[in-house]
């Protein structure tokens, strides 16, 4: 008998992946967490029936929201990771020498427990001596913080359930106090294809405009994410992700990465047409 895993990405599409065995499922104070294995995608995480990551395509995620703010901020020390409970955005963080002190605020300690024990492939860095673990609401946290962070990554769930805080005009005007005068935003700001997701990455777009001077929204192709096609947001109190990004230094570091490159960086800013359309009565002119 063959298994499946379904994942609804429109009432009218949805997305199947042939399933060998499930090797965990539990549930949490906030959430049911389930892992999978499959023989096209690997190992994969499930959260309330929806797909987070895949050990096939989760380094496209993960390359895409970590190095395009760091190649543009000339020196970030002090960062904060807000979500990202399975690992994969300290992951990258930690191949940054120079890189002081992260701070990773997971509202689920469960599902950073499940991702340690199943997910090595993400969860791989938390012991880092840099990294400081904070299992609670990423809103209330961030809210008592103010010029303490160079770099904020918000690496959130979809906007409902657990994640819908994080997707508030409060929220992102907390990360801007929280962050230092020079200091840059980084979310996942959903796909544009399907229309109610699309009405959702506008709306977090038209508040993360009306809180930070610079915003801008780039790309990125994720093979198991709804459609396939997914944005990311940079937002920041300074710099330009493509007038400010230094070529020469990122490549100096020798970073190894699947997917990312300065060359990519700059063609991910340029965005589809209808996508233009979708942001352009919210963005800010240039």
Not at 46 to 70: A, Q, R, S, W
Not at 91 to 106: A, T, W
Not at 116 to 141: I, M, N, Q, W
Request: net charge negative.
């Amino acid at each position: 008998m063959e298994y499946w895993f379904s994942e609804m990405h429109t009432p009218n599409v949805k997305l199947s992946i042939r399933v060998d065995k499930q090797v965990y499922s539990g549930r949490s104070e906030f959430q049911r967490i389930d892992v999978f294995d499959s023989p096209e995608f690997g190992r994969f995480l499930v959260l309330d029936g929806y797909m987070m990551l895949t050990e096939k395509d989760e380094f496209i995620y993960h390359e895409m929201i970590t190095h395009v703010p760091l190649a543009v901020h000339p020196h970030a020390k002090d960062i904060l990771v807000i979500g990202g409970g399975d690992g994969g955005v300290i992951r990258e963080l930690v191949k940054y020498g120079d890189i002081e002190h992260i701070d990773l605020v997971e509202i689920d300690e469960e599902v950073t427990r499940v991702c340690r024990e199943y997910l090595p492939f993400t969860a791989c860095a938390f012991d880092d001596p840099r990294v400081s673990l904070h299992f609670e609401d990423g809103l209330k946290f961030v809210r008592t913080r103010k010029d303490a962070y160079d770099l904020i990554i918000v690496d959130s769930t979809d906007p409902f359930g657990p994640g819908e805080g994080l997707f508030t005009r409060e929220f992102y005007g907390n990360c801007y106090k929280a962050l230092r005068e020079d200091g840059i935003m980084v979310n996942q700001h959903e796909s544009p294809f399907y229309a109610e997701d699309a009405i959702a990455c506008q709306r977090a777009h038209k508040r993360i405009v009306e809180s930070f001077p610079k915003a801008k929204v780039y790309q990125a192709h994720i093979p198991s994410y709804p459609s396939g096609h997914w944005l990311f947001g940079f937002a920041s109190k300074k710099y330009h992700p493509l007038r400010d990004i230094d070529e020469k230094k990122w490549n100096a570091r020798g970073i190894k990465c699947k997917y990312y490159t300065t060359t990519l960086h700059k063609g991910a800013f340029y965005i589809p047409a209808y996508v233009e359309e979708l942001l352009s009565n919210v963005e800010h002119a240039d």
